[in-house]
T-cell receptor
Framework: DAGITQSPRHKVTETGTPVTLRCHQT?????MYWYRQDPGHGLRLIHY???????DKGEVSDGYSVSRSKTEDFLLTLESATSSQTSVYFC????????????????FGPGTRLTVL | AQKVTQAQTEISVVEKEDVTLDCVYE???????LFWYKQPPSGELVFLIR??????QNEISGRYSWNFQKSTSSFNFTITASQVVDSAVYFC???????????FGKGITLSVRP
């Protein structure tokens, strides 16, 4: 199994509070991703990182920010949580192949269940 | 824009039946990758297979087989002699270009009854 951990695994918070989710990898992979999973939507990409301090937006980035100061850690922040951000959040990692582009398989962490009341 | 359609939402079969999960994709790229992931009731996402657009060979792994047909933009997954442990949500996904961003289908919930 890929060495990916997510913390916390479960969190309940109130609307308007800031929340930070952490993804930690031990594989030294270049690429890291944050997805959210909601019923009827599958998984949708929030943000991703292609290196330290290099990040970009995904499909559903509004209301989220990310940071990557070290290869092994990728943080997802909800600056002011809303009920629509109640979801299961998955982190994923992948290696980059020759040429720098990553077309390798993504391996997923165990997920974080976030409830915003 | 890329898109993945899993038209079946829920499938229920009796153990030992064969079952096929359909996946249809849309992309303008000539180079792309297709994936299947399994999400058992415990919630983790398990990688099953990765296939690139230049390799249309069907693949078999034990009771699992995959049929990739570019002519119909489909990448279907068949489980032969299903077992209760196959009960899960199965996702098909598409990746194109750099950075490997995955576009997922909405998933198919498979229930295998004893």
């Amino acid at each position: 199994d890929a060495g990916i951990t997510q913390s916390p695994r479960h969190k309940v918070t109130e609307t308007g509070t800031p929340v930070t989710l952490r993804c930690h990898q031990t594989e030294n992979h270049r690429y890291m991703y944050w997805y959210r999973q909601d019923p009827g939507h599958g998984l949708r990409l929030i943000h991703y990182s292609y290196g330290v301090k290099d990040t970009d937006k995904g499909e559903v980035s509004d209301g989220y920010s990310v940071s990557r100061s070290k290869t092994e850690d990728f943080l997802l922040t909800l600056e002011s949580a809303t009920s629509s951000q109640t979801s299961v959040y998955f982190c994923a990692i992948s290696e980059s192949l020759r040429g720098g582009s990553s077309t390798d398989t993504q391996y997923f962490g165990p997920g974080t269940r976030l409830t915003v009341l | 824009a890329q898109k993945v359609t899993q038209a079946q939402t829920e499938i229920s079969v009796v153990e030992k039946e064969d079952v096929t999960l359909d996946c249809v994709y849309e992309t303008r790229d000539t180079t792309y990758y297709l994936f299947w992931y399994k999400q058992p009731p415990s919630g983790e996402l398990v990688f099953l297979i990765r296939r690139n657009s230049f390799d249309e060979q069907n693949e078999i792994s034990g009771r699992y087989s995959w049929n990739f047909q570019k002519s119909t933009s489909s990448f279907n997954f068949t489980i032969t002699a299903s077992q209760v442990v196959d009960s899960a949500v199965y996702f098909c996904a598409l990746s194109e270009g750099a950075n490997s961003k995955l576009t997922f289908g909405k998933g198919i919930t498979l229930s295998v009854r004893p």
